[in-house]
């Protein structure tokens, strides 16, 4: 198999590996407080503590995947498109077509 076939045969797995796992679960936990929803700190003797409230993840521990908001934000566009075309339509009636006299 050549190497540029390979190669794009690869990113395809990839990208709809990644599609169907941004379709299955959306979510993923915060890298930054790692899923807990707040910073863990330490006290002096050892042992943990909720420390202060994670501003990445607004405390809840999960973000969304890139791939998902991206594909939430076409689908917007998409849906706003569709209404704009419909309510342009209504407006203006069906098309009306003219035939020429002879």
């Known amino acids: 198999m050549p190497l540029p076939l390979l190669a794009s045969a690869l990113i395809v797995l990839f990208t709809l590996g990644y599609a169907g796992v941004c379709a299955a679960s959306p979510w993923k936990s915060c890298r930054r407080c790692e899923g807990l929803g707040f ?3 330490y006290t ?5 503590k909720r420390g ?3 501003r990445r993840c607004d405390g ?6 890139a791939g998902r908001h991206l594909y939430n934000l076409w689908a917007r566009t998409y849906r706003k ?3 704009a075309d419909e309510a342009a339509a209504k407006t203006t009636g069906p098309a009306t077509r003219k035939t020429p006299t002879a």
Do not use: D, F, S, V
Request: proline share 5%; aromatic share 0%; charged share 35%.
């Open 81 to 83: 498109g569709r209404a």
């Open 52 to 54: 202060k409230h994670c």
């Open 44 to 48: 002096r003797r050892g042992r943990p």
């Open 39 to 41: 910073q863990l700190t």
């Open 60 to 65: 809840h521990g999960i973000r969304i995947r």
